[in-house]
């Protein structure tokens, strides 16, 4: 596996997030080596509240209600793209969902940088390869398969 070099930019707009900007590099790094793409890059990433994920979900899909995780292609190959995360949403899975917060932001991460590189569940088949896919990133980062839990 080849890992990329990655800039990752990230924007928190919400004071109550805890500081995690050293892990988010790697972990888009180890995800899109995984994927085998190996070329330079940048992601923006923006870390919110459910107020304003919630907004850009019924603006730009139609769902007014807030999400875990939106993310936004870009079509440029160096810019891959922006990758929001709701903090109450994933404090609130996290805690129904008996995971710690750290492990849940991590999967919501690797879903997004996913659905950055065109990966999507809209379909049975390509939600079993989308898991499967975040299993395996998540394993090498040393978190247990999330389905399981």
């Not at 950055?116 to 898991?131: K, P, S, V």
Request: overall charge negative; aromatic content about 6%.
């Amino acid at each position: 596996m080849t890992i990329p070099p990655v800039e990752c930019d990230i924007l928190c707009e919400d004071s109550n997030w805890p500081d995690i900007n050293d892990n988010v590099t790697s972990i888009i790094r180890t995800t899109l080596g995984h994927i085998d793409y190996t070329h330079p890059c940048e992601v923006s990433i923006v870390l919110t509240n459910d107020e304003h994920i919630r907004t850009l979900n019924r603006d730009y899909r139609g769902k007014d209600k807030a999400t875990n995780v939106l993310s936004f292609p870009q079509d440029e190959p160096e810019m891959l793209g922006d990758i929001i995360i709701a903090l109450e949403t994933i404090q609130r899975e996290a805690n129904e969902q008996n995971k710690s917060f750290d492990n849940h932001f991590t999967h919501m991460l690797v879903h997004g940088c996913l659905h950055l590189m065109g990966f999507d569940h809209i379909t049975d088949d390509e939600a079993e390869e989308m898991e499967t896919l975040e299993v395996q990133i998540l394993k090498q980062l040393n978190i247990k398969n999330p389905y399981e839990i």
